[in-house]
Nanobody
Framework: QVQLVESGGGLVPAGGSLRLSCAAS????????MGWFRQAPGKERDFVAR????????SYADSVKGRFTISRDNAKNTVYLQMNSLKPEDTAVYYC????????????????WGQGTQVTVSS
């Protein structure tokens, strides 16, 4: 019942920035936590960032802390990932996900996923 559509990926040089967007529909967006995950070729899908239902609590993977910022606009049913100081190691398909809880602290609580958007960082 939840549909998620990512956009904003692309090719960017090392040190550059991108802003990913995820538009949600199908349920009351403001009641649930949202997250971003990524998957590089041949690797498992990894957690990147999460934001709680209110937008007041966030958390990040150590590899992106200080460089990436997650935010949400509940009036627009949209979550964002601002990515700065990008590195080649950030190259992956990035997925938006919706949790079944308000806080999304359990990484297994994300039951709904977007189609993914490719981010490629050149050296």
């Amino acid at each position: 019942q939840v549909q998620l559509v990512e956009s904003g990926g692309g090719l960017v040089p090392a040190g550059g920035s991108l802003r990913l967007s995820c538009a949600a529909s199908g349920r009351t967006f403001s009641n649930y936590a949202m997250g971003w995950f990524r998957q590089a070729p041949g690797k498992e899908r990894d957690f990147v960032a999460r934001i709680d239902w209110s937008g007041r609590s966030t958390s990040y993977a150590d590899s992106v802390k200080g460089r990436f910022t997650i935010s949400r606009d509940n009036a627009k049913n949209t979550v964002y990932l601002q990515m700065n100081s990008l590195k080649p190691e950030d190259t992956a398909v990035y997925y938006c996900a919706a949790s079944n809880s308000r806080y999304g602290l359990d990484k297994t609580s994300y039951d709904y996923w977007g189609q993914g958007t490719q981010v490629t960082v050149s050296s």
